[in-house]
């Protein structure tokens, strides 16, 4: 009799594997006392920009490194190279997140030592990085103002992972009309747990400010 | 589209329980998916026809229980299931981002023969 139909209890999370390894980055990384932040965003808000001016402005303070997640070219490591900090490019081949593993992979070929904070530029997307944990200690969710004040409406469960909330690009906001007390108000609704900041990379505005958060986060690590 | 990798480890999972139960074919996967786990349903079925042809779950059916989100009040000390992605307690308007269910992703049983 072997077609007795069987039914096999399993009970485990789906993404086991990638969480169990998330929990092992983890634990390495607050061995290491390395400060973990994964910062997501929509292609386009200015991630890049805005960690090179970070890495520039860490230099001297915090040993810092950066793991930069693309699905090609590697474009953006480049662009934030040459501001003290090591860059380690994540190709993924049209996967439209990272996972722990690459993560592991990447930070073991960095190989710095006394690092203090590792910086985690996730593929610029806003729905599917937000179930996959990559080890990090905290999540930056970035929003510019030119994606509309309602962003986090509609992306609501990734700024619900939030620790932060980067509204960035804020020197044009008045040129393009941004209604800045709706977005706060958006922002709050959807993420009461995070904290919010306003930058800019270009101007510096709010630049101390999340610079000091990153500093002051490392508690976390 | 991360709904193929999910349902990619989700038949994988379930391949290797069904071969330690010594079965040689899938013919259900049972899912938990919370309404927040930021997984759309209709995408993983698509998904799932896609990563389960060529193995043992091919032709099986994907079936799951949508749990809702719970989250509590810590000022009116009770649970409520909120409206929409705003958690607003009903009592006292309050967000709360204290969720007790609606991010599960598990996978919970299969059958096979």
Known sequence: MSDVRKIIAVEQAVLAKNEKMAEANRAEFSAKGIFVVNVLSSPGSGKTELLANTLERLKGRVQSAVIVGDLATDNDAQRMRGHGAPV???????????EANM???????????????????????LVCPSS??????????MLSVTEGEDKPMKYPVIFKTANLVLVSKIDIAEAIGFDRDLA????????PQAQILEVSA????????????LIESHGLA | MHEVGIAYQAVETAIEYAKKAGATKITLIRLRIG??????????EFAY????????????????????????CKNCGIEFQPKGFVYECPKCQEPSWDVRTGKELDLMSVEAI
């Open chain 1, 184 to 191: 706060m108000a958006n922002i709050r609704a959807v993420a």
């Open chain 1, 202 to 213: 270009r101007t510096g505005q709010g630049m101390d400010a999340w610079l000091d958060w």
């Open chain 2, 35 to 44: 309404a927040a786990a930021g997984v759309v349903p209709e995408a993983l």
């Open chain 1, 88 to 98: 380690v490019q994540v190709t993924t081949d049209g996967l439209c997140h990272l």
């Open chain 2, 49 to 72: 026809e896609a990563v389960t042809r060529g193995n043992m779950a091919e032709g099986s059916r994907l079936e799951y229980e949508i749990v809702p989100v719970t989250c509590y």
């Open chain 1, 103 to 125: 993560v592991k992979a990447a930070f073991d070929e960095l190989g710095v030592a006394g690092l203090g904070l590792l910086i985690i530029e996730n593929v610029g997307n």
């Open chain 1, 132 to 141: 996959h944990d990559l080890g990090e200690h905290a999540r930056v969710v």
